[in-house]
């Protein structure tokens, strides 16, 4: 195996999930040579043996173009993108022959707060690249996998974790509507999530929709605010689906 613990990093695009990323290496021992932000000059880039791309995606593919010029001999570069996979960096690839290529996925939701790096203590990671990539996700404290349809593989994370969010922005609003606080819910959250974990979503499914129970179903419908029937029907047909029954009568009510 090949150890990269206690090699010199580069950041470059120091948000989020760079900056925890950054801040679990720094915990393993790798020590930070240089970051570099938007219209900062990369030309400090060259003295770090690992460089981690962590722009946006839609940047990395011109970030990479520079690094041509710029990445030290034989250096490791990685993007965080889950999205894409060595692609991404197909200008260094061809211009820079001598250069390693990695994608380092942390499937976490990093937000900058105070818990980011040690909420990597645990995340699985998405690599793709030689296995240094996976010994960079072990040393921020993750589990490396590697996924070959990356787009769909991120399209779950999306849902796993934006989706979900959105959900509770929902909850948050007719919590808001009833003058519930939106705390008296979180239990109920909590407990939901913890039942898939422990059984799987489709035994997990309680509710009115799990029961048949159409008429309580219609009187959700009738009581929502106009602009929150199209998702909770939505959501409705998804947990209908999840139970694999056939049932033409709420199916009707939610179409
Ligand atoms: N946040 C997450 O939960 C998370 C989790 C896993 C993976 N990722 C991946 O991590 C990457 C970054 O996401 P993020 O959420 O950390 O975004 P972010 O918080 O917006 O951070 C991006 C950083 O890159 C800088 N930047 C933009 N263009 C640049 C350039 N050309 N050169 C140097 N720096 C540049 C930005 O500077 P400005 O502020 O000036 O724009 C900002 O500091 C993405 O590929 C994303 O898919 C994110």
């Known amino acids: 195996m090949t150890t990269v613990v206690g090699r010199t990093v580069a950041l470059i695009g120091p948000g989020r999930a760079g900056r925890a990323v950054v801040g679990a290496l720094g915990r393993s021992g790798h020590r930070l040579a240089a970051t570099v932000g938007r219209g900062d000059p990369l030309t400090a880039v060259a003295r770090a043996e ?6 946006p995606d839609r940047a990395v593919a011109g ?3 520079s690094l041509v010029e710029h990445a030290g001999p ?10 894409s996979g060595l692609e991404a960096l197909d200008a260094l690839r061809e211009g820079r022959p001598d250069v390693r290529l990695g994608a380092l996925h942390p499937l976490q939701s990093l937000t900058g707060g105070p818990d980011d790096v040690d909420r990597l203590t645990g995340s699985w990671f998405a690599v793709a690249g030689p296995p240094a990539v996976a010994d960079l996700a072990r040393a921020c404290g993750g589990h490396p996998f590697t996924v070959t349809d990356r787009a769909l593989y991120h399209a779950a994370a999306c849902v796993a974790s934006n ?6 922005g929902q909850v948050e609003r ?4 009833v003058g519930v606080p939106a705390e008296a819910f979180w239990p109920l959250v909590a407990g939901s999530f913890a039942n898939v974990q422990a059984v799987g979503a489709r035994p997990a499914l309680t509710g009115p929709v799990a029961r048949g129970d159409v008429a309580t179903v219609a009187r959700h419908l009738h009581a929502l605010p106009i602009d929150e029937i199209a998702p909770y029907r939505a959501l409705a047909r998804e947990a209908l689906r999840l139970t694999g029954r056939a049932d033409a009568e709420l199916e009707e009510l939610l179409s």
């Open 163 to 168: 989706h979900l969010v959105a959900l509770l």
């Open 50 to 55: 690992i460089v981690v791309i962590a722009t």
């Open 74 to 83: 034989a250096s490791l570069v990685v993007h965080l993108s889950g999205s």
């Open 174 to 177: 007719l919590a808001g509507a």
């Open 63 to 65: 970030v990479a173009h």
